[in-house]
């Protein structure tokens, strides 16, 4: 069965410091997303992306966090210089067609650990 | 703007009796809802969908949910909780009328099955 991967599991930066967290989402998806979870908090809704284009984002994406989808199959998250409270658990997710209604579903990854010390 | 609430943040249950996961949603369109499971150290799995077909909604390893409507509520259940069940659920919303399919999640529940 296809899913989503994601790499790395865990990554340990320095603040300051620019992270690239990687995703290989489903091959015919065509809608990408990045999610984020805090340590004991709920899972947040950080970008989506379609068509080589941010669709979509959320007040937390602000200027530090780029996407890039370079190759046709990575979708990237970039922070620019990562700060104590990026630490969390970041989610890949990846989805087919938005026309049909059974297609909503949102196929995540694994998810990497981000640690900024 | 859509919005979801999960009315408890932990669940505490038997092995062999029911379960029952509270949700309640808003949303500006026809929604589509889901149940993700994510145990400790792993990712999110879906458990089930609701997507304007069936308001009864069958799900993996036994669990179902019902869409009410009137009550804006996708109640999450079980017959019967087995030990492998416990992990963290989360009611999610996709309101597509507004948005690229974004998914909205509740605080989650934490259900601990009990020997």
């Known amino acids: 069965e296809p899913e989503v991967t994601q790499t790395p599991s865990h990554q340990v930066t320095q603040m300051g410091q620019e992270v690239i967290l990687r995703c290989v989402p489903i091959?015919?998806?065509?809608?990408f997303y990045w999610y984020r979870q805090i340590l004991g908090q709920k899972v947040e809704f950080l970008v989506s992306f379609y068509n080589n284009e941010i669709s979509e984002k959320s007040e937390i994406f602000d200027d530090q966090f780029s996407v890039e989808r370079p190759d046709g199959s990575n979708f990237t998250l970039k922070i620019r210089s990562t700060k104590l409270e990026d630490s969390a658990m970041y989610f890949c997710?990846?989805?087919?067609?938005?026309?049909?209604?059974?297609?909503?579903?949102?196929?995540f990854g694994p998810g990497t650990r981000l640690t900024v010390l | 703007a859509q919005s979801v609430t999960q009315l408890d943040s932990h669940v505490s249950v038997s092995e062999g009796t029911p379960v029952l996961l509270r949700c309640n949603y808003s949303?500006?369109?026809?929604?589509?809802l889901f149940w993700y499971v994510q145990h400790p150290n792993k990712g999110l799995q879906l458990l089930l969908k609701?997507?304007?077909?069936?308001?009864l909604v069958k799900g993996i390893n036994g669990f179902e949910a019902e869409f009410k409507k009137s009550e804006t509520s996708f109640h999450l259940t079980k017959p019967s909780a087995h030990m492998s069940d416990a992990a963290e659920y989360f009611c999610v919303v996709s309101d597509l009328g507004t948005s690229y399919g974004k998914l909205t999640f509740g605080q989650g529940t934490i259900l601990t099955v009990h020997p």
């Open positions: 091959s015919n998806h065509l809608y």
């Open positions: 997710a990846s989805r087919a067609l938005l026309l049909a209604a059974k297609y909503n579903e949102q196929f």
């Open positions: 949303s500006s369109y026809s929604p589509s």
């Open positions: 609701y997507t304007s077909a069936a308001t």
